[in-house]
């Protein structure tokens, strides 16, 4: 045999499978990458690296964040405790109550501990997510339960760090080398993988595989054939090398797809942003404050209740709601009273501005006559209820319009008025393989496929329609590691 273990791909369900594989005993651990050297590292690049985790006390945060008593005063007193039941009532409002109960119940008791694992012995460092999560309130910082925390440097330093852990580990990466097909033995058993790589095409032996290539939201015909109409059109947030690679090996060995193959995790960007996930921008092409304003479609009308919940538990849904409205095309406009609340990824994008809404709306392409009375209608029908609180469901909201807006509804009368321009982004795909406690793939007749592992994206059945905001990340490295230590076990 060439290798003990073969991890296909070199994003963070991929580096978590091979240090596991190594650290549980695994001599000969490959890493092979499609991708070339200077865009490696898939959609974990790109990320903004927030991992959502169970802790049932907040001092069990200190050892990721040991400062931020010291950083945000009041950070023990105000941040509440996330226990299972907790983390399991978001997954399951999100996903319609589908959510695979077996695998969410590994993901969510593994995600504490796993963390611990990726700072031991992943070698990462963590912060609090202050751009993302943190709320300004007054002079305080207010955070959510469950997710604030990230690696620092975002997934610019996750990444960065799984390649120097695994490096230090004498894990052998091969850039360039993309996975073709999986090789079989008589007996069944998968034994190696054939890639295509800088020496032409190469059989590669192994006594186990784990696949963790991500899921296929770069790949337009897979998009339009199982998503549908229009996301063969989307802007792709991430990595432009997830074409389904992985996804298309196992199925045509009989792997068993599993999970909402119709879904995915897409969320609101700027209208302007390049077609793929360019390496310097990461998620900053992200516009998720629309809660905070109103959005208007071509038409010039609402369609969706901007504040329906806080926006981590909204975001990864809305993408695919604009994208459906007509030209792939809508606007957040806002008011000065919350200028200073956007957050920071704003900046990165020029926003149409005037001192009132009808010259705002007179610069912006969409129905001007329909939008300028659709923002009348919502002045006239907001400020119900009180007092406003970004930090919280704070009720404030419409009265006798539809859609309502049923939280943070402030009128917009505070010029000057800005609007940006938005689409929606696909960030990855639900559908996936089944896989059991171990992470080893099952097949359609339910039996395991002895050698074969998998993870991160390519795990199916844990989302479907909606997704609450930092379980990519935590359920690849879950999976990760446990296909890593099943697979070096054999
Ligand atoms: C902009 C953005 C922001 C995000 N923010 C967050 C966040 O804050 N928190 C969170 O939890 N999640 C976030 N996510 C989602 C998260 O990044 C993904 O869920 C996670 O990175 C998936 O990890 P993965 O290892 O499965 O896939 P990836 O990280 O995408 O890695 C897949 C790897 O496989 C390689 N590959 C593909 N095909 C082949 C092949 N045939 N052979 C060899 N290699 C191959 C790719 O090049 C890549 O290295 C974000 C995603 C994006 C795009």
């Not at 039941?85 to 796993?114: C, G």
């Not at 990595?239 to 298309?248: A, E, I, Q």
């Not at 700027?270 to 404050?289: F, I, M």
């Not at 592992?453 to 590691?481: D, I, K, Q, W």
Request: proline fraction near 5%; charge should be neutral; glycine fraction near 12%.
């Amino acid at each position: 045999m060439d290798y003990d273990v073969i991890v296909v791909g070199a994003g963070n369900a991929a580096f978590s499978a091979a240090v596991s594989a190594k650290e549980s005993g695994a001599k000969r651990v490959l890493v092979l990458e499609k991708a070339p050297r200077e865009k490696r590292g898939g959609n974990t690049h790109f990320s903004g690296a927030v991992f959502r985790f169970i802790y049932s006390d907040v001092a069990e945060l200190d050892r990721f964040v040991p400062n931020a008593e010291r950083d945000y005063p009041g950070f023990h007193q105000g941040v509440q405790p996330y226990p299972v039941e907790a983390f399991r009532a978001d997954l399951m409002r999100v996903t319609q109550d589908r959510s695979d109960p077996q695998l969410s119940t590994i993901l969510i008791e593994n995600s504490y501990d796993t963390m611990c694992w990726m700072q031991e012995t992943g070698r990462m460092k963590f912060e609090l997510a202050l751009s993302v999560m943190g709320v300004r309130v007054g002079n305080e910082v207010k955070w959510p339960r469950g997710a604030m925390i990230r690696t620092e440097h975002e997934g610019v330093g996750l990444s960065r760090t799984w390649f120097e852990t695994a490096e230090k580990m004498d894990i052998e990466i091969r850039y360039d080398s993309g996975a073709q097909r999986l090789a079989l033995a008589e007996s069944g058993r998968v034994n190696g993988v054939v890639v295509r790589g800088p020496n032409g095409i190469e059989t590669i032996n192994a006594k186990a595989v784990v696949l963790a290539s991500g899921g296929f939201e770069t790949n337009p015909a897979w998009r339009r054939h199982y998503l549908g109409d229009p996301w063969d059109h989307a802007k792709v947030r991430g990595s432009n090398f997830n074409y389904g690679d992985g996804l298309k090996m196992a199925l045509d060995i009989g792997a068993m797809p599993w999970g909402h193959w119709g879904g995915c995790h897409a969320t609101p960007i700027n209208a302007e942003a390049p077609d793929y996930g360019v390496q310097h921008l990461t998620d900053k092409t992200n516009r998720l404050s629309y809660f905070l304003g109103v959005m208007l479609n071509v038409e010039g009308k609402r369609w969706i209740d901007e504040g329906a919940d806080i926006n981590s538990f909204t975001y990864a849904k809305y993408g695919g709601l604009i994208l459906r409205q007509p030209r792939s095309l809508v606007y957040q406009i806002f008011d000065s009273k919350v200028l200073q609340l956007l957050e920071p990824r704003y900046s990165t994008s020029e926003p149409f501005k005037s001192e009132t809404l009808v010259g705002l709306v007179n610069q912006l392409k969409v129905d001007h006559r329909q939008a300028l009375k659709t923002l009348e209608e919502y002045n006239a029908a907001a400020a119900r209820g009180g007092p406003f609180n970004p930090a919280v469901l704070d009720g404030v909201h419409t009265e006798g319009i539809d859609p309502p807006k049923t939280n943070w509804a402030q009128k917009l009368d505070t010029p000057p008025y800005v609007a940006y321009p938005v689409t929606g982004g696909i960030t990855f795909t639900f559908g996936g393989l089944k896989v059991n406690q171990d992470a080893q793939v099952i097949a359609t007749d339910w039996k395991p496929i002895p050698g074969l592992y998998t993870c991160g994206e390519m795990v199916g059945g844990l989302f479907h329609y909606n997704y609450p905001l930092g379980t990519g990340l935590m359920s690849g490295a879950v999976f990760g590691r446990i296909a890593g230590r099943s697979a070096a076990r054999g």
